[in-house]
């Protein structure tokens, strides 16, 4: 037998027709004819997905999903509602309270079907991830079809940005966790004078933003594209999810997010002490460790507006270094790609 559902239906024709075509897809379906009821069965049965009307007597579907969440064993359990009403207003607010999807009255059996099936796999994704990222992905790999959400929304999830254009600017309020597909990011800070500092770069399989959105604070830096990017974003609800139902998925998150800081903070040691020749250089072999060289040459696309923000000094003296640098036969390029000819040296620059 397949995954259990409970269905919390007052209306008994239609109750007994959505458990008719959720059985004869292979599930195994419990009824309750209220809200009350389906908890109480919910408690005992701990069902693996509930599809709840809103509207019902004694306990409606706001109440039963209110209650779920204080309920440990049950609290993480997909919740599908199902309701006459079709205004945008309470597909928002239904969202919002934490339900998982929406169906409107009537709905077609393949619809019905779409959404379990879909709300059930994300579900066990979530709770059996070994690798944080991965968890991610199977949140994006689903987000890509779920058109409730979309239509929800208005937003796709996947968002396209064209290169130097902003993704969240300092100051931002965060709602969602950002995941690079395809291009690259860059994460600046300005200072009091204008000057912007390039603090992290992010790459093709890497997430950004994470730390605002543990801290729920505004952001303190901006993201910005330098090249054109595609980037999926994660509702806040479930990167909550996908960290509060695995302890093992928290703990990795954690020691990924403490080797971030650790490597920027050993680059913030670098910059306040080391001189601008090593400074360039160092912003150079970054670049190159982060970011796989782009031609089968071996050069690497760089503008040096970034390399200056990476290395902060000013765009002139990373002009200056680059041509020392060629002329000294460490690299060659400089204008809007760079390729490493003799790492060695490169790497024991002091001066």
């Not at 049950?74 to 999807?101: H, N, W, Y």
């Not at 890497?206 to 830096?221: D, I, Q, R, V, W």
């Not at 640098?325 to 400089?334: N, P, T, Y």
Request: aromatic share 8%; charged share 30%; net charge negative.
């Amino acid at each position: 037998m397949g995954d259990k559902i409970l269905i919390i239906e007052d209306n008994k024709n239609l109750r007994e027709d959505t458990a008719e075509i959720l059985a004869l897809a292979g599930y195994a379906v419990i009824s309750a004819e209220n809200g009350k009821v389906g908890l109480e069965i919910a408690k005992k049965e701990k069902p693996n997905l509930i599809v709840c009307d809103i509207m019902m007597p004694e306990l409606d579907g706001y109440g039963v999903l209110r209650a779920l969440e204080n309920i440990p064993e049950i609290a993480t359990t997909p919740l599908v509602f199902l309701t006459a009403k079709s205004e945008k207003e309470d597909f928002r607010f239904a969202m919002d309270l934490g339900a998982d999807d929406y169906l409107t009255k009537p709905f077609s059996g393949s619809d019905l079907l779409k959404v379990v099936a879909a709300r059930l796999k994300k579900n066990k994704l979530l709770k059996n991830s070994n690798e944080t990222l991965k968890g991610l992905d199977a949140i994006i790999d689903e987000a890509k079809t779920n058109e409730t959400i979309n239509n929800i929304t208005n937003n796709r999830t996947i968002n396209k940005f064209k290169n130097k254009e902003i993704v969240f600017k300092e100051g931002d309020l965060p709602s969602y966790l950002y995941f690079v597909i395809t291009g690259k990011i860059k994460i600046i800070k300005t200072n009091d004078s204008g000057k912007d500092y390039i603090t992290e770069l992010k790459k093709e399989g890497e997430a950004f933003g994470y730390t605002t959105l543990l801290n729920e604070t505004k952001y303190t830096e901006s993201a910005i594209a330098i090249e054109d990017t595609e980037i999926a974003i994660i509702p806040k609800k479930d990167f909550y999810q996908l960290l509060y139902s695995n302890s093992e998925v928290s703990l990795k998150f954690i020691k990924f997010i403490s080797n971030n800081l650790l490597e920027a903070e050993e680059r913030l040691i670098k910059l306040a002490y080391d001189s601008g020749r090593k400074k360039t250089a160092e912003a150079i072999l970054f670049l190159f460790k982060k970011y796989e060289p782009t031609t089968e040459d071996g050069f690497i696309n760089i503008q040096r507006e970034n390399l200056s923000a990476l290395a902060g000094i000013s765009p002139e003296t990373i002009s200056r270094n680059l041509t020392d640098f060629k002329e000294e036969g460490l690299i060659e390029g400089g204008n809007r790609s760079l390729k490493i000819v003799d790492l060695k040296k490169l790497e024991t620059i002091k001066n």
